[in-house]
Structures are given as C-alpha cells and as structure tokens.
C-alpha cells in the first residue's frame, strides 16, 4: 500500500533538484565566508556525511526495500540536515536558511516512510 499524500513522481525529481541546488549555493557561501580554517573542515565532513546518509537512506528504501530500515536511518539523516545548519550559521545565516527546504523535504518523507512501514510491515 502507498501512503496518502505521496506526492506524484512528476514532483520528486524536480523537489530534489531545488534542495540539491539550494545545498550547493549554501555550500558555496560557507566555504566563502568561514571565518576558520577549520570550520571548513568541519563544514566538508559534515556534508560528506549527510551525502552518504542520503544515499544510504535510498538504497535501503528502494533497492534493499528495507522501509523500516530506512526508517531507523532517516532520523540521523534529518539530525545530520540539523548539525549542517548549526554548522553553517556560525558562518553565513542566509546558508543556513538554503537548507531548511532540505530539513523540511526530509521530515515530510520520514512521515511517509512511516506510513509505508505502517501499512505494509513486516519486512524481510
């Protein structure tokens, strides 16, 4: 079964391109204006980290179809979205603003992840 208010496939594509666009222009800003050498280190790796998060998250949903591993996942997924925020506004408030689309993107899927879990569990 499918959730409710799962957003037509039209729309995904186009919704990841705006957080991917807006992640890279906050991207950007950060490294431009930190005022640290090592706030970019810190910037980079957490960004490393929620790529892989990101990509973990995808795999275990459509290609493991591991919804409810997914689920487990996407809470660290969304507090990685968090730590990049904090770690962008020490340095540049607008960047930290580009990513909360991102932030708010991930939540909406996390509920759906919830409901295709709680619609068509348990997995094997």
Known sequence: SRPLLLPPDAAV???WSVIYLLTAIAAVRVWLRAALPHHRLQWLGALAANGALNVLWSWLFFKARRPDWALA???VLWLSIGLLILLARR???IAALLLVPYLMWVAF???LNQAVVRM???FA
Do not use: L, M
Request: charged fraction near 20%; aromatic fraction near 0%; charge should be negative.
């Open 91 to 93: 340095d540049d408030a």
């Open 120 to 122: 068509n569990g348990p």
């Open 13 to 15: 594509g186009p919704a």
């Open 109 to 111: 899927a996390a509920s």
């Open 73 to 75: 996942e996407v809470g």
